[in-house]
């Protein structure tokens, strides 16, 4: 199974920070990743897939980047209503489908 | 609008047994492939299984392989999951949520999710 590390696991960020999450697959992926954001109590949302490209109605502050084994997301603007967990999943190779472990943006 | 709605989760007793149904709407059902994802309280998401679209191809988690149960109607809108065996670490939100296209597993529309609590 493809194991998919993000980091960091939380961190604070101040409303009109840029932020920056980090996604790692044990293997080459190719662009096969999504991105999620999940608030509390809530289904997660889907933010970016196929690495890059944005889901539609998603706000553009969010983008995504990389290939192989290395990602990123990236909210330009930090804005009160994206503190949230975030996590990335891969789908090049399943079963099984994997997520990372998440990563929490809370509020300085 | 797509909406998926989960129902039939509780409170069952180690060993036991759960249906979980899906009642999709706003789609074209029969087209897409249907997931059941799960997060146990305060941790991670975890993919349970998944069903094409014809149910041609299905998967399973390692964790619940021989346990549980995915399958659709695409008469009814409608998919499940048949739970068997079920254990302590079953304990779980469980989300149904739906993949663009057959080979595109990944989740673009999750429901609301229904909580399934395995305990004696």
């Known amino acids: 199974a493809i194991r998919m590390t993000q980091s960091p696991s939380s961190f604070s960020a101040s409303t009109g920070d840029r932020v920056t999450i980090t996604c790692r697959a044990s293997q080459g992926i190719s662009s096969y990743l999504a991105w999620y954001q999940q608030k ?10 196929a690495a890059s490209t944005l889901q539609s109605g998603v706000p553009s502050r969010f983008s995504g980047s990389g290939s192989g084994t290395d990602f990123t997301l990236t909210i330009s603007c930090l804005q009160s209503e994206d503190f949230a967990t975030y996590y990335c999943q891969q789908y090049y190779s399943y079963p099984p489908l994997t997520f990372g472990g998440g990563t929490k943006v809370e509020i300085k | 609008e797509v909406q998926l709605v989960e129902s039939g989760g509780g409170l069952v007793k180690p060993g036991g047994s759960l249906r979980l149904s899906c009642a999709a709407s706003g789609f074209t059902f029969s087209s897409y492939s249907m ?4 997060q146990a309280p305060g941790k991670g998401l975890e993919w ?25 109607d695409n008469a009814k809108n409608s998919l499940y999951l048949q739970m068997n065996s ?7 939100v469980y989300y149904c949520a739906r993949a663009p296209d057959d080979s595109s597993p ?14 004696s």
Not at chain 1, 40 to 49: D, N, Q, R, T, V
Not at chain 2, 50 to 62: L, R, V
């Open chain 2, 48 to 72: 349970v299984s998944s069903i094409s679209s014809s149910s041609s191809y299905i998967y399973y988690a390692d964790s619940v392989k021989g346990r549980f149960t995915i399958s659709r």
């Open chain 2, 35 to 38: 997931n059941w994802v799960r």
């Open chain 2, 106 to 119: 990944y989740f673009d529309y999750w429901g609301q999710g229904t909580l399934v609590t395995v305990s």
């Open chain 1, 40 to 49: 509390p109590g809530k289904a997660p949302k889907l933010l970016i897939y």
């Open chain 2, 86 to 92: 079920l254990r302590a670490e079953d304990t779980a």
